[in-house]
């Protein structure tokens, strides 16, 4: 079979590798859709673990099962997490799932960017969904990132009717922004550099947007606000720098949630007397849990949230690199997915196509 092969951001190659096999208790998965993941372009973490193949955002149709197999039949179409939790260790047993000491132990192989995959029983188990008819394998995919949305919003404490501030209007950005009013957000303000994506954010449930290249953003918040900072601000850019940023625009008795990983360095450093006096509080959420995977699912089904607007691109599998560094360059695109068998395997058209015939 074929496969994406991640080396560097500047290198990802299209290679031959064995179908893989599987056990008794395990299924094998034609990949029809992958997502490439804001996650897989930082270099910092992953050209140290590279040659790999790329995905963990995968959909596609279960082509072999294995003789202890009983929930699942060939002809499935379903969606697969790739990080699951054991259900056993003692941060299982606390209820923090994406803390799980086995979380990482079983994968998905060799990854998901490539024609076929293994789903180790682990997987199957806990979190493999059946994808309803109405919903699309592109739209299956977003199950893994905008449940690392839903799982950060459900620590983040909104009350109804406050006003929230997303900085950040990528992918994940765009996840937050649109969900959430499911949690009662009143006004939820979108900060970006891109005008391109203040203005998709407007589609996708932002009723204010702050533009700081030509904007003031305390300013502007303030404005927007009723004189106040911001109740709950979301960072999904992943830098001191706008940790900083969301830290200093939230309101007195308010909320920062950290949405996105930095580098280990710089260190963050923070105006204890603003920490303390504000009674701010601070959460963060690593990855989505089996809850949050289903629940994304059940949201689409019901046609309660909208992923095919968020899915700007899609692309065949000879055009993941292209497709990659126009993630990279972060202009006019967030989500773009990957068909390693070709886009007209999908059950509904999505979103532009990247490549010769676009
Ligand atoms: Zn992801
Ligand atoms: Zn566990």
């Given at each position: ?72 039949n060939v002809g ?232 095919k607007a968020a ?46 015939d676009s």
């Open positions: 079979m074929r496969a994406a092969v991640y080396y560097n951001n500047s290198d990802i190659r299209i290679e031959e590798m064995p179908i893989p096999e599987i056990g008794p208790d395990e299924v094998l998965v034609k990949t029809i859709a992958s997502g490439i993941c804001g996650g897989e372009l930082m270099e910092w973490y992953h050209a140290p673990r590279a040659p790999k193949v790329m995905g963990h955002e995968p959909a596609g149709i279960i082509v072999d099962k294995g003789s202890q197999v009983k929930n699942f499935d179409r379903v969606f697969v997490n790739h990080y699951v939790s054991c259900g056993t260790c003692r941060q299982c047993l606390r209820g923090r799932f994406t803390l799980c000491e086995h979380l990482k132990e079983s994968k998905l192989f060799p990854g998901t960017t490539c024609e076929y995959f293994r789903v180790p029983s682990r997987q199957l188990n806990r979190d493999t969904l059946i994808i309803p008819d109405n919903v699309t394998f592109a739209e299956a995919t977003v199950c893994e990132p905008w449940g690392c949305v839903l799982g950060g919003l459900k620590v983040t404490e909104i009350l109804p009717g406050d006003t929230v501030l997303v900085i950040g209007a990528g992918f994940m950005g765009m996840g937050f922004l649109h969900m959430a009013p499911l949690f009662g957000a009143g006004k939820v303000i979108s900060m970006d550099l891109s005008d391109w994506r203040l203005n998709k954010s407007l589609s996708m449930g932002a009723t204010h947007t702050i533009n700081p290249k030509t904007e003031n953003p305390e300013e502007k918040l303030r404005d927007i606000n009723g004189g106040y900072l911001a109740d709950v601000v979301i960072v999904t850019v992943p830098t001191v720098q706008l940790y900083s940023q969301g830290h200093n625009l939230v309101e007195r008795g308010g909320f920062l949630h950290l949405g996105a990983p930095t580098m280990p360095e710089p260190l963050w450093t923070i105006n204890p007397q603003r920490q303390y006096f504000t009674e701010m509080k601070v959460s963060a959420k690593y990855s989505a849990d089996h809850n949050d995977t289903s629940q994304i699912m059940k949201w689409l089904a019901a046609g309660r949230i909208d992923a899915i700007t691109h899609r692309c065949e599998l000879d055009d993941t690199f292209s497709a990659f560094r126009m993630m990279l360059d972060a202009g006019e695109s967030l989500k773009t997915v990957v068909y390693p068998h070709g886009i007209d395997q999908e059950i509904q058209p999505v979103s532009k196509k990247i490549g010769t």
